[in-house]
């Protein structure tokens, strides 16, 4: 394809070389250019693609992207590029705009040959997002996926980084799916894809709005609550159909967006909230809390505005699950996937890393969580406690280089909510574990609970469960889906499945550890 037909539609100018070179491939990492590649300069929150345009060219780059003045180095500022060995040379305007622009045109508007449904919200979004995929999948529709845990292009699934991907990786995998035959792609929104521009270029046929509540405040995330709740809401200007939780608080606001944008609103909650009016509303009525062998649940009554009442049995417990679940029935009953299909997939519906229970016989009730803020948290010590054990032992840490709110905030919930509170390490990235344990030990002491702090996560872990009883029920939040721990930007496999296996080995082969504290 030729350049002049990539960048068709954005705003460039042109400073060395022949608009018309073949273009191959699209990178924004240098190690990814080979012969023939557009190399967009993005400047991100650690480094600036303008300092590897000549790695980029070395690597047979046909066109280099510029998308800012800094970090070009100072003998090719002001248009002295001189040899450039016939590499076209552009400085996009709108990066935004314009990078998605690229990767549509480049991709051929990829979006546009599925049905895209978008999830955004403080919390439940993957959960949500893997109910309404399961549900397509019962129903027989080949579904693409983007998330938290994973991308699944339809052929291949692949671990993710991030929630939601940089535009170029994303936009990729979607003309992957569409190449592998995807009619629907659920993809989870970020806050920080929608600031850094990372769905820009995507077309959303739904969007699915859960809550929002204060996190990911702080210097390396959003500056305040309100720059982080414009993010969420501007993804509902960009769909043709919003789906709202009319239970929360800012449910006005996204509706407004919504309107707006030209969409159609429609609403589930389990409270009458006034803010559905007299618009399309899912609600749940009746709420009862299942136990099936150990195996816990939830059972709602799902009552329409057009009359009809369906029971559903969720497959993982808590009432924030109703919502999720809410949110999926009423976003697939949009689809038209009909109501017996919607209730075969919940009923056996599991999400790794939420909620994920590891069933061994003769020991306490184990749960992995990727709870990692003090509302998540809260809500899961609450809905575990609805099922009366003898204790509940909570086990987390928090993670370094972000919000240290976040630390005081968990402990203080653990310290109220819990019977006992181990608190060990998460990913602490370039901080000292210990000074974050620390910090959340002061949030245990304010909440008035009783606590130890054992660094080592599979020592944590082990102690965890050599003081747990069958009757107990044991949470390890923080990690969820995640199978490393990331340690000054390295990270080292670490998965708590495999650690539970590993301490159960050991125990049964007579080897006892000490667990220090």
Known sequence: MRASDVLKGTVYEILAGDIDCQITDLADDSRDVTQGTLF?????????????????????????????????????????????????????????????????????????????????????????????????????????????????????????????????????????????????????????????????????????????????????????????????????SKCKTAVINADDMYSGCIAAEAVNAGAEVVYYGVRNHTAAGDGNVCM??????????????????????????????VGIPGEFNVYNSLAAVTTCGIIGIPMEVMQDSQSDMKVRGRLEPVEIPGYARIFIDYAHNAVSLENVLTTLRQYRPKRLICLFGCGGNRSAGRRKGMGFVSGRLADMTVITSDNPRFESPEAIMTDIETGVLEGGGEYVKICSRLDAIRYALEISDRDDIVLLAGKGHETYQDIEGRRTQMDEREMIRQILEEKNAGIVRRCDN
């Open 284 to 313: 749940a009525g009746a709420i009862h809390r299942l136990i099936l062998h150990r195996v816990m649940g939830i059972g709602y009554e799902c009552e329409r505005t057009d009359g009809e009442s369906t029971y559903m049995t």
């Open 40 to 236: 967009v300069c993005r400047r991100g929150a650690r480094t600036d693609g303008h300092r590897y345009i000549d790695d980029a060219v070395a690597r047979g780059a046909a066109c280099i992207v510029m998308t800012d003045d800094i970090g070009i180095p100072a003998e090719r500022s002001a248009g002295r590029w001189g040899d450039t060995d016939g590499v076209l040379i552009v400085r996009l305007y709108d990066y935004r705009h314009g990078i998605g622009m690229i990767c549509n045109n480049f991709w051929n508007f990829p979006s546009r040959s599925m049905k895209v449904i978008g999830v955004t919200g403080t919390k439940g979004k993957t959960t949500v997002a893997c109910m309404i995929k399961s549900m397509l999948d019962r129903w027989g529709r080949r579904t693409g996926l983007v998330g938290t845990i994973e991308i699944d292009d339809c052929i291949r699934k692949i671990p993710s980084v991030n929630t939601t991907p940089g535009t170029i990786y994303l936009h990729r995998k979607l003309a992957d799916m569409v190449a592998n035959g995807a009619e629907y792609c659920v993809m989870e929104v970020s806050s920080q894809g929608l600031m850094h521009g990372r769905v820009s270029g995507v077309e959303f046929d739904i969007c699915v709005y859960t809550n929002l509540a204060p996190d990911h405040i702080g210097r390396n995330e959003h500056r305040t609550f309100a720059e982080y709740g414009r993010w969420k809401r501007s993804l509902f």
